[in-house]
């Protein structure tokens, strides 16, 4: 169990990243990395033509140093087979499974690089459901981060042994998660010191007995969601071992049934308890609000449950950083084509404003189905930039002219954030405006160069590895990992940078948030003022500050027993 | 790519020096739905019957723009805009081959070709509301909410009893803070449109923004899913071009969404009409007329489609549930065993017809059908409590098993401690005698609901703590 405020101590460690350092370049990219590095993975979706919305829904990926060496792992969710007896446009060999990527970084040309081999079989992790997302977190406090794979079908839970490998402890999740799960998080929601887990579901799809839907041109399309009954999320709790008990309806999670798609585990509304925001396609979001006995509902109110216009969207994706730098988290959610991505900012008082045509955000979005997201800051000048992968969910009759059998590509897009009021179009990540079915997006440093990298997924396609260009300078950056006594990422704990002149920049150490993705826990500054000192806030409320912080490396800060 | 002005003179010049030196788009129709790839076919040939005639300019634009149209209803937008510059080349003047390829551009998210080509169309016809209208939308999307308030205040000059315009003008001060100003443009927004209750979140937003909070929560927990729009009668008319049952079910599924129950019913009427052997049209009728308050009409619907389709689930479901909500229970359960077979997790179908076997008078069979619900669906804490009931105070004493009744709602109540799963481990006590116990649950409850001011709930408690106070304090019937 947690220990008391009280009797808290505090260790600190530095740990030194990437030792090789390299003068800036001019004008960052995020280059899409070759097979050179060993990163390769082929998402299959099992489409066999009668369009069920399950096979261009997913799926995620995550980052995960599974073996603690230092450098993030790559998992990839895979598809799979929908109906063995139909014939897909797209064949497969083999049996499609999740893939684990082992991550062993490598000086070469005088720089340091990811080097990837598949180590699924080594690591054990035999996953063969029809995948959508990934979250991690370290279910049983050995200092390993475990992994759990949503699916449609049924949920699994992967131990991570501390050898290298993976056992499926599916079992301890107590009744089995089945349906169709989506995004989910691992959150300790009542305080007790363990990752319980929130698993957002979407809806009750009749794969055997599929509804037709039309596009506008009455040509067979996807169904959206509203054509389905919502099913309601799960919320269990960690007994302290790492088995857990369903418990949705003590905490009243079982009031509503809503196609939710992303899950972010916040403090957006306070210091005290911890709120979780969902995005449901279509329908109103949820914020629900802990009190460590029970959730409150508080979306509506808090002014995140639907746009300014009280239209409630399309909700894919979902992320939560400070993007104007004022010390607190604001909300993004993804949404559909002729729906803007939109921007809830907070307003420091747990009450959000619809800021998303202010910010220039509607033009940049409206044309686009989005899902992945993540807040980077590619140009180094100390505000986060938003990347961002798109793909439709209804049919593109020019290309469904053409003959593609998935005729759903579409560009991503990144946007410059010019001062923290404004977003812009940022021609620097051609590997995300190629068109493609772009799905899941995870933010992760896999160079540990001091800047963040993408992961980026596709609905029938390649995943793609986007490596931020242009090293960062030795003493540009400030990297923070943070974590529990147990050596495991410390979720929800807040770093709050504070310049000289007041101001503050916020980050928060999680993996959840985008859409089916998990991200590296580790945070990252760029552009800070010289002079300033960094204050950690952990979960239980203990705050530890660093006066003068050390540049250019990962200092590890962990929580200490009593 | 921007599509705007530049790129539909240079089609313009093509089509009107040369007739058609640029090859109209053929887009494959195979697979659309026969009553559409018929309507187009029939525009296309009315078109190709009227090039290199006599025929005057207006009528070619007018053929040439209703064929570009279509294919902009039918989400087909190179097609469109390739007709839409024809017709205009025909018939420069008619502002409507001008307006429809800048909302093309608009639909697309190519806001910057749209405004440049809404703002033009603005200087050369002043006095179209719609326009103007569009553009502030335009450039409200855009953040440009100084300009958007001047087309929009253009707009409202020439059709100020628009509730959409006024709803707009309440975007555009809500962009700019002016909280006050938002609030006098949604109340006149409000007060055109009625039943416009998403207009009432907006609102919300603009007393927060004065500090009226009350007043805010008021209005935010009033919101509902019917928008307002502004009166657009061009972009109506794209509307109306779609045609066919997939096009009318499509039209009605979106009006349902929006909360438009009466015009939902009439686009599945329509495509009824379409299709005589569509079990879905008359589905999706029966449900619109059924939350239109229309039972006889839905079940008439509901009973065509049967008729057609006599495995149809949802009309299965939906009749059953008609049925028993209108207490005419044994006319329900046929259906709702149906739906039951065809999808056994359903948990609602499955306690409606326990509860419709209960209110027939056969409580033996509802005690029956719970067990199997509770079997194949353990989880549901629902059928779990309604089996639960029972168990611990069915009408037939016979059939009642207490210590299977405490075991399953003190599970309930695991799972979800509220009065009302209190109130069922209270039952199951009192069946199994423990009169004491159950008078101890009871007052739990009585006492939670004098302390969190529930005057209904302690009422209804204090009636249950004088029933087990009575020796025996065995329920005697269903409560």
Redesign the interface.
Known sequence: MRPSPLQAALSVALIFGAAVARGGEESPRLEEVGAETGFAFHHVNGMTGLRHLVEMTGAGAGWIDFDSDGDLDALLVQGGVLDPDRPSPEPWQGTPHDTLLRNDLVVADGSVQPRFVDWTAAGGLASEGYGMGVATGDVNLDGWPDLLITNFGTDRLWRNRGDGSFEDASADLG?PVEGWSTSASFVDVDADGDPDLYIGRYV?Y?LA?PITC???????DYCGP??FRGVRDRLLRNRGDGTFE?????F?I?RVAEPALGVVATTAAGETGVQIYVAND?RPNLLWSFDGREAGEEA??A?VA?N?????EAGMGIAAEDFDNDGDEDFLVTHL??E?DTLYVNEGDG?F?DRT????L??G????TSFGVSWIDVDGDGWLDLAVTSGAVRIL??Q??RGMSLPLEQPGHLLRNVDGRRLVPFDAAPGLARPGVGRGLAAGDVDNDGDTDLLATYNGGDARLLELSGRPEHGEWLGVRATDLHGAPAAGTVLLWEGPDGSLIRRTVRTDGSYLSARDPRVQWRGLSTDGSLLLRWPDGRRIRWLQPVRGVYATFREAAP | MRRGTAGAVLAILAIGSAGAQEEPPTPDLSALEPAVAEQITVLRTGVDSLEGTSAPAEELAAARGELGMAYHAYGMGDAARYWYAAAAAAAPEDARWSYYPARLAQQEGDLASAEEDLDLLATRSPDVPQVWARLGEVQLDRGEAAAAGESLARAFALSPHDPGISFLLGQVALSERRWADAVAHLERAQAGAPRADRIHYSLGLAYRGLGADELARQEMEKRGDVGVRFLDPWDDALTDMETGERLFLLRGRQAFAAGAYEDAAAAFRQAAEFAPESARARVNLGTALGTLGDTDGALAAYEEALEIDPRNVTAHYNVGQLLAGLGRWREALGHLRAAVEANPDDEDARLTEAEALLRSGDPIAAGARLSEAHDALPTSGRIAAAYARLLAAGPVLEERDGARALMLAQQVYQARPTPDSAHLVALALAELGHCEQALEWERKIVDAAREAGEAELEQRASAGLAAFSRDPCRPGTTP
Do not use: N, Q
Not at chain 1, 214 to 220: I, M, Q, W
């Open positions: 009744t009750d009749p007995d039309y596009a506008p041109s009455s040509r067979v509203s054509a369903d418990v949705s309806g003590l009243g079982d279509g509506l109110l002014g639907v300014r216009m009280g239209e409630p084509t002729a803007t009450l404003e045509l202010e910010t220039g509607g033009e979005s409206l044309a686009v009759e020019e469904a002219a």
